[in-house]
């Protein structure tokens, strides 16, 4: 029987109770890369105690509070809502793939770092989704392994392209090669800032923009083999997949119909080795993905802290049977985490949350703070 590992330890300890994919943190703090590297890089400014904005250049781009990095507020609205555990990941207008390696490979450490110290601050509570340099292969595959050997991470999160440059670009392979020998999550998050200009000036950059960049990407990565060639790595969409399920079966049709030659195994049946979250905002929605996916491929996200998480977390679960309740909100993101090493994920119950180490003592009700 092989030896547990550092994470499935720490896994093995986790509170019980929903699991949260799908949320955002972000250091106070954060070192002004732009300031010693060349490129447009984020930085962080304090503008209170407990609130702080995210600039980009000469502009303001979000404003945001200490649900981004207080591990004790984002505690008591985890209890509030009933979440035992949130998995952190970096804010997408962070990962900077279109800018100089250098300034993208030390911003990604720097976030990392912070990540990290936020999980071993409550390590019942919390697992995290580290950032890479995507622009870099080597540097990529570096920071992955630093995330996952030596951080303890479950893996990390990327865009859906690289500057001008699809993830099935060869030059990425080493990093989903390595991925996959590594077992890691690699979660897939649109970025505002990459968005086709003509659909974000529509005002339809959340709603349209960002799920049909998803499925592009996607779809790009599973009819160019990608996902069939890195089967370890757990690639996982954001936003319920985005438009993807609405479009797996016109994919297979496009398939058949690009080439008379037997085109193998159909798009649809690929895509039931990626995974998604269940931030759909709709009940029919989010049953379209459990179809597409498998009812094992599909786990808990809301986008916390931010305006568009849903609120109360899990509400899109609320119609569906107890069973795939069960199974999106604890039983699934457990073992995305955990991989094959997880002793009692199936055990957990999403319908209470345990009282469990790191609850925070002064977390009453109406306590906390909201993204």
């Known amino acids: 029987m092989a030896q547990p590992t550092a994470r499935s330890e720490q896994l093995?300890?986790?509170?019980?109770?929903?699991?949260?994919?799908?949320?955002?943190?972000?250091?106070?703090?954060?070192?002004?890369?732009?300031?010693?590297?060349?490129?447009?890089?984020?930085?962080?400014?304090?503008?209170?105690?407990?609130?702080?904005?995210?600039?980009?250049?000469?502009?303001?781009y979000r404003?945001?509070?200490?649900?981004?990095?207080?591990?004790?507020?984002?505690?008591?609205d985890m209890d509030r809502e009933g979440i035992a555990v949130q998995v952190l990941s970096p804010?997408?207008?962070?990962?900077?793939?279109?800018?100089?390696?250098?300034?993208?490979?030390?911003?990604?450490?720097?976030?990392?770092?912070?990540?990290?110290?936020?999980?071993?601050?409550?390590?019942?509570?919390?697992?995290?989704?580290?950032?890479?340099?995507?622009?870099?292969?080597?540097?990529?595959?570096?920071?992955?392994?630093?995330?996952v050997t030596e951080l303890g991470f479950v893996g990390v999160e990327i865009g859906t392209r690289v500057g001008e440059l699809e993830l099935t670009d060869d030059q990425f392979t080493p990093f989903f090669d390595a991925a996959s020998a590594l077992s890691a999550v690699i979660f897939i998050h649109p970025v505002d800032r990459d968005l086709d200009p003509r659909i974000s000036n529509l005002g339809l950059g959340f709603g349209f923009g960002m799920p049909t960049e998803t499925a592009a990407a996607a779809a790009a990565l599973l009819s160019a083999g990608t996902v069939q060639a890195a089967p370890a790595a757990r690639i996982v969409l954001a936003h319920?997949?985005?438009a993807l399920p609405a479009l797996l079966p016109r994919l297979d049709r496009g398939q058949h119909l690009a080439t008379a030659a037997d085109t193998g195994e159909p798009i649809s049946h690929a895509a039931?080795?990626?995974?998604?979250?269940?931030?759909?905002?709709?009940?029919?929605?989010?049953?379209?993905?459990?179809?597409?996916?498998?009812?094992?491929?599909?786990?808990l996200g809301t986008d916390y802290p931010f305006a568009a998480r849903e609120q109360p977390a899990g509400a899109v679960l609320a119609h569906l049977e107890p069973h795939l309740r069960q199974r999106i909100g604890t039983t699934n993101p457990g073992a995305l985490c955990a991989g094959s090493d997880h002793p009692n994920c199936d055990g957990w119950d999403v319908t209470t949350l345990a009282t469990a180490p790191n609850r925070h003592p002064h977390c009453g009700p109406g306590k906390g703070t909201s993204g």
């Open 12 to 60: 093995a300890g986790l509170a019980q109770g929903m699991i949260d994919f799908h949320t955002h943190a972000i250091d106070p703090d954060l070192p002004d890369v732009g300031a010693t590297h060349a490129g447009c890089f984020p930085r962080v400014e304090r503008t209170g105690e407990r609130s702080a904005q995210i600039v980009l250049g000469d502009r303001l």
């Open 63 to 76: 404003r945001i509070d200490d649900t981004c990095w207080s591990t004790a507020a984002r505690i008591c």
């Open 91 to 147: 804010i997408p207008v962070t990962f900077c793939h279109d800018q100089p390696a250098p300034g993208a490979a030390e911003l990604a450490r720097a976030q990392n770092d912070f990540l990290a110290a936020m999980v071993a601050s409550a390590p019942h509570r919390f697992v995290a989704l580290g950032a890479v340099p995507m622009q870099d292969s080597a540097l990529a595959v570096a920071e992955l392994t630093r995330c």
């Open 240 to 242: 319920g997949a985005g």
């Open 272 to 299: 039931r080795r990626l995974w998604c979250d269940s931030l759909t905002y709709d009940d029919a929605s989010l049953r379209l993905a459990v179809r597409r996916f498998g009812h094992d491929h599909v786990v």
